[in-house]
């Protein structure tokens, strides 16, 4: 179908079927009722590529999917792009997904989507100490978003984050309450953003609180049995509850204690983040921190429209605080 088409069947000028598309404020009540009634009979839909020329605008925005690891699931941030689709749609956007492997080629995905497809902007997750993508954006003027934080320290773009230290912060003060001195921190090997700034918010509310973290601190790669070795050392040092950096390191906790026969609960307490599809499954339940997800691919999209309409205004961060969910883990 095309524009020529609706507008014969309308009886009106192919200018009035653009105008009713593209600025039916221009037109009176009763020419576009009857313009409108012409495209859903028809079935027409505007070309978009076309529209993309005289506007200079794709209505794209690029989204490049890491590989996880060892092929686990990765429901944080399926959960947001959900949302960021969402958030899209109601804005006239779609979101393209294309592959992005960490490496020399990486930055190469970016550019073939921008030289064969015109992306309009990007939309970044995965943030860490040595991505290039970031610099590399901001530095070729293309509008972005990450979420994740700039953490080499350059200040090159618009960003969300969730506050991963508020969170372990609000877990140590309330295992505390419930009595415990001896929390431990199951963690991911220093040197990950967003695991240092989990280690940050247990050590600076432990210390606050008089508690000692000498020895409580314990490093495991994000798998259970690796989590569970690390575990072992944490209860071997005499650790009575911990906050772990995810869910998968708590399950580290959850095997550590039944292979020393005991039971996960209230008196060899655990709190994960991100509260993942497993928290709830687990025996017993396991408290984690969840991440506001709707809320960082709604506000992700608001500053890349943002940028999109402004390209100089000075550049925003958002940091969002998790929610402690508790269950029988604690």
Same mark, same amino acid.
């Given at each position: 179908m095309t524009l020529e088409m609706v507008a014969a069947r309308a009886g009106v000028a192919r200018q009035t079927v653009s105008n009713a598309i593209n600025s039916p404020e221009?037109?009176?009540?009763? &020419?576009l009722e009857r313009v409108q009634?012409?495209?859903?009979?028809?079935?027409?839909?505007?070309?978009?590529?076309?529209?993309? $020329?005289?506007?200079r605008a794709s209505k794209l925005i690029g989204y490049g999917i890491r590989p996880s690891l060892a092929g686990a699931p990765t429901p944080v941030l399926d959960q947001f792009l959900?949302?960021?689709?969402?958030?899209?749609?109601?804005?006239?956007?779609?979101?393209?997904?294309?592959?992005? &492997?960490?490496?020399?080629?990486? $930055?190469?995905?970016?550019q073939r989507l921008l030289d064969e497809h015109g992306?309009?902007?990007f939309v970044l997750s995965g943030t860490d100490r040595g991505d290039r993508r970031q610099g590399w954006l901001?530095?070729?003027g293309v509008p972005f978003v990450a979420f994740g934080r700039t953490w080499s320290g350059r200040d090159v773009g618009d960003w969300v984050d969730v506050d991963g230290a508020a969170g372990t912060a609000a877990s140590v003060r309330r295992l505390a309450g419930q009595g415990h001195e001896k929390i431990g921190f199951l963690g991911w090997p220093k040197g990950s953003g967003v695991g240092d700034d989990r280690a940050r918010g247990w050590q600076t509310t432990m210390r606050e609180l008089g508690l000692s973290i000498r020895g409580r601190r314990v490093e495991s790669l994000d798998d259970p049995a690796s989590a569970t070795e690390a575990a072992e050392r944490l209860l071997a040092g005499g650790a009575t509850a911990a906050v772990a950096a995810s869910d998968t390191l708590a399950v580290g906790w959850y095997q550590a204690l039944r292979r020393s026969g005991? &039971?996960?609960?209230?008196?060899a307490a655990v709190i994960g983040f991100d509260d993942s599809p497993i928290a709830p499954a687990l025996f017993p339940a396991l408290s984690s921190l969840a991440q506001p997800l709707d809320a960082v691919g709604r506000e992700c999209m608001r500053l890349l429209l943002e940028r999109l309409g402004d390209a100089r205004r000075p550049t925003e961060h958002v940091l969002l605080a998790p929610t402690l969910v508790l269950r029988d883990s604690v």
């Open positions: 221009l037109l009176r009540p009763q &020419t009634r012409a495209i859903d009979e028809l079935g027409y839909r505007p070309h978009r590529a076309a529209q993309a $020329l005289r506007t959900h949302s960021l689709s969402e958030a899209a749609d109601q804005a006239g956007y779609r979101v393209v997904l294309f592959a992005a &492997t960490p490496g020399d080629d990486e $930055l190469g995905c970016y992306a309009d902007g901001h530095d070729r005991r &039971t996960p609960g209230p008196d």
